[in-house]
């Protein structure tokens, strides 16, 4: 692995971006377009990557000259720009140390996030629709691009289930610690007597699973189910037996997608997350039978939420596997998900 446990490994860097460089000046390069893509922009991850550290490398080297000159020449004080220059590099390098603990085998890949409603009726499904606009709002701040790929509304307000990709640099990687029980406290819109309700929801983050990933799946393993869209789209989408429901039948895993324009896109990509949710299935079951081997299994249960947002009686959103907050709530359901993000990847690698 490239990076492993925050570790920067250069060589390794240089010889990815090298491999990559010589298959793109193949002549034949976009003769598979969709494949000639994902490497052209791994390629463009990586030289970002190489051109980052270089820019650090130099940073630090202006800062060391100048701390020299500083201490050489007693008549010239430079202490204030050093004060200066050792913040901005201070900034930088905790911005690159963050980014180096994105170093699974796909934190690079595309991100397929699920939000479901849970205990609480309609604020359940209201309180999803806010978690489906906080991880839109997030992702337009990374500058990602975003897709819903399937929708169960609800009958009086809110949505009952939602799925869609995150398209950017690293999406998996960072989204992925949003995966848990996510539970809401507030005064509830829908009662008339103004009382204080709880609300679940469960979000869910799968890699966008791609061809070079071998995921087995049996034809004869799945049941695909047709119907009518009720998802967004052309006029085609509402008309026509367009959308589909696929049984993985061995593990009861279901998959269906409605807002694709074509019964044969919304299979592919139905396919694509039921890959990613097989592979995470497999991943759970490896961690669990080690964790079994050590002793120190606990099944997860609906209630053991890993984030609280409390909107009253007082403000506060509360990570309870790193014990970070937030007291401003409204600035977290707009998307400022980035410290929460930060504190779980530090605290996982901090118990590695």
């Not at 390794?12 to 390069?29: C, V, Y």
């Not at 604020?123 to 806010?130: G, L, N, S, V, Y």
């Not at 119907?227 to 085609?236: L, P, V």
């Amino acid at each position: 692995m490239r990076r492993r446990g925050g570790y920067f490994d250069l060589p390794s860097l240089q010889s990815q971006i090298k491999t990559l460089g010589e298959k793109m000046s193949r002549p034949d390069f976009w003769s598979h377009p969709d494949e000639a893509k994902k490497v052209s922009q791994r390629y463009e991850q990586l030289k970002n990557e190489l051109e980052t550290f270089e820019r650090l490398k130099k940073q630090v080297a202006d800062l060391l000259e100048i701390a020299r000159l500083d201490a050489a020449d007693q008549s010239v004080n430079l202490s204030e720009e050093i004060a200066k220059q050792l913040q901005a590099v201070t900034e930088e390098v905790n911005r690159w140390e963050f980014f180096l603990l994105l170093s699974d085998k796909y934190d690079h890949y595309n991100a397929i996030v699920s939000i479901h409603a849970g205990t609480g009726g309609v604020d359940a499904m209201d309180w999803a629709q806010r978690l489906l606009r906080m991880y839109l709002r997030f992702c337009e701040r990374q500058g990602w691009s975003t897709q819903i790929l399937d929708e169960s509304r609800g009958g009086e307000a809110g949505i009952k289930s939602v799925t869609l990709v995150a398209r950017g640099p690293f999406a998996y990687g960072y989204l992925k610690s949003e995966l848990g029980v996510h539970r809401l406290v507030r005064i509830s819109p829908f009662d008339a007597e103004k009382m204080r309700h709880t609300s679940f929801a469960l979000v869910e983050v799968l890699p966008e699973i791609d061809e070079d990933i071998t995921v087995a799946i049996k034809p004869e393993d799945l049941r695909w189910d047709t119907f009518m869209s009720g998802g967004h789209g052309g006029q085609s989408v509402n008309t026509t037996y367009s959308a589909v429901r696929v049984t993985h039948l061995p593990t009861g895993l279901v998959v269906s997608c409605q807002n694709e324009r074509s019964q044969a896109q919304n299979k592919a990509t139905a396919l694509k997350i039921l890959k990613g949710r097989l592979y995470q299935l497999l991943e759970q079951q490896k961690l669990k039978e080690k964790e079994i081997l050590r002793g120190e299994y606990h099944e997860a249960a609906w209630g053991n939420q890993i984030r609280s947002y409390v909107l009253h009686p007082y403000h506060l959103v509360k990570d309870h596997r790193t014990e970070y907050e937030s007291a401003d709530p409204q600035a977290v359901l707009d998307g400022e998900l980035l410290p929460f993000m930060e504190a779980v990847l530090r605290s996982k690698y901090r118990k590695q």
